[in-house]
């Protein structure tokens, strides 16, 4: 006579305090911003169901759709900073730390990781204050060099303020690519490099053509947190150009768009139904990103078990 | 010190309970930084007349005043007395209910109909808030590099120009301090500061408000191309300038002129070392009438759902009165008493922007009542706008031309 199977409590008790806080703080939150967004205030200040129609005033209505796709834009762009600035020179950071010949990695590896746990409004404060036409240090630097005449006042201008707020935050950021990397450079077995060497690969090659292909997952992941990270990205920009993420909306990304038309801003008085259908649509935006990544990329890339 | 007051608050509420002929009124403000003045000056005034009337003042955050103030108001559990914001926000407070009139109370005849404007419904037919201070638009100047250029303090816009002529000739200081990174200087400072001038003060903006002038029209296009050329007379990178920056550009003496708002009097008494001195935007020919933005800030309204009403507009009268002004207005200079009887007070600078309104024209900023309900939010437009036009990224009519465009989606008299 078979036993019947115990029940596996233990189970459900371990996972309950992840699941139940998890379930208030994120899920019921996001089911709700996304209800939300499905509402607006009626004729007498009551909630009334208007189904999609605040989407169609924010893709439709040129008011506000001329500021999403300005935000969306700048976004993007941001990102595209990210992936070709922050990323590659991670992954080359990684891989000098890696050489084993390197004096004081240790030193490097934390003076580079520790702007990461930096708070934003430091990171932002103190940028500000470099780049400061007035009592920056970046001016007087420059015209040490002789190239003062390259100075210019950039977070003040539109055509260069996003890309040198994406520098800043690349320059924040860049340890964490660096430091995955180089997880994941030290977990290649010593064995496939000798046999490498055996066959002659060493130097540049070795990283292009034996460890470079071995890491790419980690890439792939920090690609994706990269453009999760991006599009979710509002403090830098907040903290350095305030909600109206000037000058002329040039820094303007979802983030600052979201915050603008959900909490109000100055005389503008909070509206909670537009906010979250902009919210519904960066969440739409950052789920079709990762699931392109997860179903069209991750899917195809070889992995190697040692 | 937070502690020890909020100790002192809950004994003096318990002390307070058995007594029964006394009745006490709570303040609800977001002034939490006048504290002592309320404790120390104007309550002990006001209960050496009223022995029987107790004065709580309890302040919270500024940013938090509005969320706080709100869901007391829904719970039932908010003070006698609530410190009104300007315009919509203390209207939506009234319609809701939850804001008594007080059109009848005596020392409202204290009060200009301006005075009174931001705390009206529309058709000025209640008026809710008793008002207490404004503040006043114009530019401060350092009387020493004045001096040593021999500059006369200019009356006309020739004038202004040519003195930003002669400033940036000598070299030794930046004629302007100011800049756009932050924006609302550059609509606050700029351009509702000198816009009064040419839009005729009330009459612009009231005109304005009915629908018989556009932001179009060269009233309203005109403070735009005068802040165009203040380009060229403010310091280097200026786009990247922010506020305090341009604070500390001129208390540190390296600016001539700083574009203003009288709440920076007691900030730059205490931080400049040179003698300063003040001028009202100026205007296009000598003799001219003058306007100003007096722009009202602050007052005080009765929780309609207050068992103290009687007590309370007993207070409310006084704050009203001569008396009320003139400790306020002195306990913090920048900030102006709406009282029509002139106010005696003792800092230079604060008596050089208050005297204006003898011979200037008061009106307040274009975009506060009822234009800025909207989206697209014109106060918030008028920011980049102003900061577009003076970084020359935008020509004066086509933003004029942009504000008007976004007024007229939502706002049916300018359709």
Redesign the interface.
Known sequence: MASRKPVRWHIGVFLAPAVLVYTALMIIPLFGTLLQSLFNKGAAGERVFVGLQNFATLFGNA?WSDAFWNALGNNAWFFVVHMLVQNPIGIALAAILSTPRLRMAAFYRTAIFIPTILSFVIVGFVW?LI?????GIA?GMLDAVGLKSLF???????EYALTTLALVSVWQFVGIPMMLIYAALLSIPDEVLEAAEMDGITGASQFWKIKLPLILPSIGIISILTFVGNFNAFDLIYVA??A?A????STDILGTFLY?TFFG?????G?PYMGSAIAGSMFGIILIGVCVYLFGIQTRLRRYQF | MTRTIRYALLTSTLLAGPALAETTLTIESWRNDDLTIWQDTIIPAFQAQHPDIKVIFAPSAPAEYNAVLNSKLSAGSAGDLITCRPFDASLELYNQGHLADLSDLASMANFSPVAKSAWQTDDGSATFCVPMASVIHGFIYNADAFEALGLSVPTTNDEFYAALDAIKADGTYIPMAMGTNDQWEAATMGYNNIGPNFWKGEEGRLALIKGEQKLTDDAWVAPFAELAKWKDYLGDGFEAQTYPDSQNLFTLGRAAIYPAGSWEISGFNAQAEFKMGAFPPPVAAAGDTCYISDHTDIAIGLNAASPNADAARVFLDWVGSPEFATMYANALPGFFSLNSTPVAMEDPLAQEFVSWRGKCESTIRSTYQILSRGTPNLENETWNASANVIRGSEAPEAAAERLQAGLASWYAPQQ
């Open positions: 008011l500000k780049l400061s036409p007035i009592w001016p210019a006042p950039w977070l003040g201008r539109e150009q305030g109206l000037g000058p002329d909306y603008r801003f100055q005389l503008q008085l509206d």
